[in-house]
């Protein structure tokens, strides 16, 4: 195995976490090791229930069981090899390192890492390590007020730099914030920093950078309140009922108003939020209602974590050169990388905060080399200083509580530690000298995950996918190890080796750097999820061996002579030429890992000596067997996934169908109350016409009948002379309006009559009153003519006849426009009456 070491990108370490409460049944046993090859470097998994199942044998660097205490993880791992080789003690820029954590969600990874309440992580250890060993070494802007200026003239990735003071200040007090400038004194923990060598004064910190974020002073006095890892470990003693969903969107809260104890944006960041409502929307899946801000606060130094001590432990560092400490933090979330030192941005439109993804891209002064551009970057003088960045970096980290972890981290977190190194005194042959140096980055992964298990939903099952995505593609690099092609892939695998190969430009010919050193430590539960852990397990460990069960009805198929159960090695190259190289490729993906990396060619090792053709056919197909088998599990995993997702989808599609079932009924009922409101105005507007029309008829019939009834009446009695006064008076009205009817009609038949009287003759057009004497008409007509002479007599006879008829009703005209002025006895109203119906009689043969 040791041989394995020169070739491998990973130093692969398995750390088992300690069995929590109830567990499922154990699956994972460490191998005994053999007396000259401790400590313990191999594993066998045994599927759980399934005794048909290949069991799986693995190998690591090295094997760290339950009862590895965080220094044992720490001094095994070599992280103070990794440090030395950042400072470079014997001179050039040194070698990058990277410190990661891989493992399904809830094995232990963030815990391996950044430590618990009383434990601290890899990451603080080393950071104590590297300013240990930097001693006095080390610069900060206090001393050198031009180092902030040189580092940003030197970063060739675009960052912004900051000064830890005046960053810390921005993070920790917001003196520029209107509510809270005047009333508070700058919280202990800042006095911590200022009180540290090398702080700013007062007035350089007001003029510090814009704000970034402020805790209230009673937060950041609190020295009993638990850090991140305290809450985390909260959660997870309260662990949410299956079925939680996390609370994924930020800032809701902020939008919808909720009051907060402190309107520092750390204490209501995306994450704590999530953190606190992970545990109550258990039940409701994806909630966006306002929730309890948590009181997740930033700790002063003293809180944190001071076990275990590494205080002896020192690495060596470059006697002729001088140091910087520059910091930055960010995270890799859907494939998008997130500056955790940049506040988020408040969206105009949105109103939503939110980061601006930055890119992983060559700059104009790094054309050979990809880095994250645009980040925040913070030089740091102190080890405290160093940790409360990593504290505000960790605020902003994406977790969510899911059903694997109530603390689950939901983005892959970088922690970046450049240490710059220069010549003492800056200088160089007298010039001032460039700024190089290395970086050790630490990465804790987010958690593979099976969304059947975790129980997540929405937008965390899209970030599960992804997450899983990214890690599979993580996978394929790790069993290449040495084939750089398929880094690219995703974001994660680009960051993770984009350092792992020495360039092969003319630029890095000119400033050659080494490729990085990085260790991996695989977490695991031995108790959790069998198949999720397998699987991370298939494609993190150094070597591979799988035994396969007898099968009675596969392996009779294929030979009938009995044999004995095959092995099947994927182990350290010793010379044996790959027999079947085909390994696991999940459906959609090309498999191009036919030509394996040495140390994970798959070797055969026959189970004894003289073996023949039907052995090593029995065995190739136990090979296959064992292919197919991880392909079934893989196509399980993707079928769990898209079964939930199905399965949400259809949720979500019928309570869709509810809602507007639901909408349709309720906008039904408002029209049909809206109808019948209509309806019945319509009936009291119809109701209300209808009356006064039957009362308009009632009355005019009324009418009718009394004129009838007076008209028989008058008939019957011969005269009027018993009528008294007052019939009489209405008898004349209605004769007056009979008397005036007549009058229009005769008018009207007057106009017709003149009408046709004016259209005989073209020259008789003339009004009638107009014209002279029939002399003076005969005069005017043409005198020579017979025909002329005998139709102007016609007409003049004719005119003669209308005249007469003219006079007849002119004269009867002025007997009914004087009913009046004389007698207005009711008897000569009758006559006139009768005599209208004569009139009537020539009118008709007049026409
Ligand atoms: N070695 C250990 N000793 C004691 N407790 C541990 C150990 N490893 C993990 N734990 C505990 O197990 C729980 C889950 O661990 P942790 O949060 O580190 O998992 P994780 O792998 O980071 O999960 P995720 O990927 O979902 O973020 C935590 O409460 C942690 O404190």
Request: glycine letters at 6%.
């Amino acid at each position: 195995m040791a041989s394995q070491k020169s070739h491998n990108l990973f130093q692969v370490y398995l750390r088992l976490r300690p069995a929590q409460g109830t567990q499922g049944e154990r699956f994972l046993a460490v191998e005994e090791p053999e007396a000259h090859d401790f400590p313990p470097k191999h594993i066998t998994l045994n599927p759980p229930n399934d005794r048909r199942r290949a069991v799986e044998k693995f190998a690591f660097t090295q094997v760290f069981e339950e009862d590895a205490s965080q220094l044992d993880v720490f001094h095994c791992t070599n992280v103070a090899g990794l440090v030395e080789g950042v400072l470079a003690p014997h001179g050039g820029d040194g070698t990058d390192a990277l410190l990661a954590t891989l493992g399904v969600t809830g094995s232990g990874k963030t815990h391996t890492i950044l430590g618990s309440r009383s434990q601290r992580g890899l990451t603080q250890l080393a950071l104590d390590v590297i300013f240990r060993s930097l001693g006095r070494n080390i610069l900060n802007c206090t001393s050198d007020p031009t180092l902030e200026y040189s580092i940003s003239a030197s970063d060739a990735s675009e960052a912004t730099i900051f000064t830890a003071a005046s960053f810390l200040d921005s993070v920790y007090a917001d003196p520029a914030a209107p509510l809270r400038s005047s009333t508070r004194a700058p919280t202990p923990m800042l006095d911590d920093v200022f009180s540290m060598p090398g702080a700013f004064p007062r007035s350089r910190r007001l003029a510090s950078p814009k704000s970034v974020r402020a805790v209230s002073r009673e937060d950041s006095v609190a020295p009993d309140t638990p850090p991140l890892w305290d809450l985390r470990e909260q959660s997870s003693r309260a662990a949410p009922p299956q079925g939680s969903a996390p609370l994924v969107h930020s800032r809701i809260q902020r939008l919808q108003g909720q009051k907060s104890p402190a309107k520092h944006f750390m204490t209501s960041t995306a994450s704590i939020r999530k953190k606190a409502t992970a545990k109550q929307d258990s039940l409701q899946g994806e909630s966006v209602g306002p929730t309890p801000t948590p009181s997740r606060r930033l700790h002063r130094p003293s809180a944190f974590p001071q076990q275990p001590d590494v205080s002896s432990l020192s690495v060596s560092s470059d006697p002729s050169a001088e140091y910087a400490v520059v910091i930055s933090m960010y995270e890799v979330y859907n494939d998008r990388i997130f500056d955790l030192l940049t506040p988020p941005i408040k969206s105009v439109a949105t109103k939503e905060y939110r980061r601006r993804p930055l890119l992983f891209k060559s700059t104009e002064a790094s054309p050979d080399r990809k880095l994250v551009a645009g980040l925040r970057k913070v030089v740091c003088g102190t080890l405290n200083q160093a940790l409360m960045v990593l504290e505000a970096g960790l605020h902003e980290r994406r977790v969510a509580g899911t059903g694997s972890n109530s603390v689950s981290s939901r983005s892959h977190g970088f922690f970046c530690v450049e240490v710059k190194k220069r010549p003492k005194n800056g200088r160089r042959n007298g010039y001032e000298a460039p700024w190089g140096g290395s970086a050790l980055t630490i990465v804790d992964l987010a958690g593979s995950e099976r969304a059947r298990d975790a129980k997540t939903a929405g937008a965390t099952l899209a970030e599960a996918g992804k997450i899983n995505e990214s890690l599979m593609y993580l996978g394929q690099c790790l069993q290449m190890q040495s084939d750089a092609v398929n880094k690219d892939k995703c974001k994660l695998t680009e960051l993770l080796f984009s350092n792992s190969f020495p360039s092969a430009s003319a630029y890095s010919a000119a400033r050659h750097r080494n490729p990085q050193k990085a260790v991996m430590i695989v977490a695991a539960d031995p108790h959790g999820d069998f198949n999720a852990t397998s699987q991370i397990l298939r494609y993190s460990a150094l070597a591979r061996e799988v035994t396969v069960p007898r099968i009675p009805s596969i392996t009779q198929t294929i030979l009938t002579a009995p044999v004995t159960s095959p092995t099947l090695s994927y182990a350290s190259p010793v010379g044996s030429p790959p027999l079947h190289s085909r390994p696991f490729s999940p459906p959609g993906m090309s498999s191009n890992c036919t030509q394996l990396s040495p140390n994970l060619e798959r070797t055969f090792s026959p189970g004894s000596p003289g073996s023949d053709v039907h052995r090593t056919t029995m065995e190739v197909a136990a090979l296959e067997i064992a292919r197919l088998s991880e392909e079934l599990d893989y196509l399980r995993q993707a079928l769990d996934t898209e079964r939930s997702a199905r399965q949400e989808a259809e949720a979500h599609l019928l309570s869709m169908e509810d809602r507007m079932l639901e909408l349709e009924q309720a906008i039904r009922e408002d029209c049909v109350i809206e109808f019948e409101r209509r309806l019945e105005i319509e009936m009291a507007r119809w109701r209300a016409n209808m009356q006064v029309e039957m009362e308009r008829g009632e009355e005019h019939w009324g009418r009718k009948i009394e004129v009838f009834e007076r008209t028989m009446g008058g008939a019957a009695n011969g005269t009027g002379d018993e009528m008294d006064d007052e019939g009489c008076e209405n008898k004349e009205n209605v004769l007056m309006e009979d008397i005036n009817e007549e009058n229009e009609r005769l008018r009207r038949d007057n106009e017709i009559l003149r009408r046709e009287l004016a259209c005989m003759s073209p020259t008789k057009r003339i009004p009638l009153q107009e014209r002279g004497s029939d002399a003076s008409l005969a005069k005017s007509s043409h005198p020579g003519s017979p025909r002329v002479g005998r139709s102007k007599a016609n007409a003049i006879a004719d005119e003669g006849n209308l005249r007469r008829k003219l006079e007849n009703l002119r004269v009867s005209d002025e007997g009914v426009l004087r009913p009046s002025s004389g007698s207005t006895s009711p008897k000569k109203m009758r006559k006139l009456t009768t005599k209208r119906w004569d009139t009537n009689a020539d009118d008709d043969d007049l026409f």
